[in-house]
């Protein structure tokens, strides 16, 4: 199952990801960058996040089920970009409780290996 979630997006991915970057500027503006990616998954109605590496940028797909749609794309050298990753990382030990749309919810990483590189996938559960 979980092979079928990498290859919808992985094929999501390389659909338009030039033109998300504008919701990641807006997100990074905006305050918490793993809050509002899990905002826009929501909005989307999926349920997990997957962030994996890809020509250089971490590249984020919003999931519900085994489909997926790129919702944001990081310059993996920024610094945004490694705080992004540090952040997942320390989610892996200690999931984070965040308040999106009035509503409580748990998110919570995992590292999984995608052709060499870590990649992420962090579940949305509401409280």
């Known amino acids: 199952m979980r092979y079928k979630a ?8 390389g659909h338009k990801m030039r033109n998300r970057k504008r919701l990641i500027d807006k997100a990074a503006s905006s305050g918490d960058l793993i809050a509002r990616l899990a905002d826009k998954t929501i909005e989307l109605g ?18 519900k089920g085994n489909v997926g749609l790129g919702i944001a794309s990081l310059d993996s050298s920024s610094a945004e970009a490694r705080e992004f990753r540090n952040r997942l990382y320390a989610m892996t030990k200690k999931g984070e409780i965040v308040t ?10 995992e590292v999984y290996d995608s052709f060499g590189e870590d990649a992420f996938r962090v579940t949305i559960r509401e409280k």
Do not use: P, R, W
């Open 46 to 63: 999926g349920n997990e996040l997957f962030v994996e590496y890809k020509d250089g940028h971490e590249s984020v797909c919003a999931m």
């Open 6 to 13: 990498e290859v919808a997006c992985a094929a999501a991915v």
């Open 100 to 109: 999106i749309q009035d509503k409580t919810y748990t998110l919570k990483a």
